[in-house]
Structures are given as structure tokens and as C-alpha cells.
């Protein structure tokens, strides 16, 4: 992977996007993470796609205006990490 696409272990790269699982336990934690993300993304105006299910969430992260992973997938997915490490989320392969 390129070093521009260096992220925490947490993210694996493939066909131009990051994605991440994230085990959250419980919905109520879910939708937790998922607001605390929600908010990020419109404070960046870049929007993850976002799966919540009961015990995990799955994001997928690239920048649909180029078609593959940016600067901005990056920095959202570190801001997407700090709100995982604040809940004590832990991602899953």
C-alpha cells in the first residue's frame, strides 16, 4: 500500500476505498459511534458510508468525486479512530 494510504491497522485498502468493521458490542453503542462520525463527516463535508448493524458497524471510506482513496479518506478515517479509541470500540478483521 502506498504510504499516503498508511492508516491504523484498524483500516485494510482495497479496489480504491478503506474500510474498517468496527465491534461495538450493541446497537445503543452503535448509533453512539455512528452519530459521533456523522458529525465529523458534515464538519469535514465528506460522508463515509456507514453500516450499522447490532453488534458492529462497517464504514467504507474513498472520495466518490475521484473514484479512489484521498487526503480527506485519510484524515477522516484517524478522526473515525479516535472516536472508536473515546468509546473503547475495537475493529475486527
Known amino acids: 500500500m ?3 494510504f ?3 491497522p484498524r483500516w ?3 479496489n480504491d476505498q478503506l474500510n474498517a468493521h468496527f465491534a461495538t458490542g450493541d446497537f445503543a453503542t452503535g448509533v453512539k459511534f455512528i452519530n459521533r462520525i456523522a458529525a465529523s463527516a458534515e464538519e469535514a463535508n465528506h460522508h463515509p ?3 450499522l448493524s447490532y453488534s458492529f458497524v462497517e464504514i467504507t471510506l474513498t472520495s466518490h468525486d ?3 482513496v484521498t487526503e480527506r479518506d485519510i484524515s477522516l478515517a484517524r478522526i473515525i479512530d479516535a472516536h472508536a ?3 473503547q470500540i475495537k475493529a475486527e478483521a
Do not use: E, I, P, R
Request: net charge negative; charged share 15%.
Open 12 to 14: 485494510t485498502f482495497a
Open 49 to 51: 458510508d456507514l453500516l
Open 85 to 87: 479509541d473515546a468509546l
Open 66 to 68: 475521484v473514484g479512489h
Open 6 to 8: 498508511d492508516v491504523s
Open 2 to 4: 502506498n504510504s499516503l
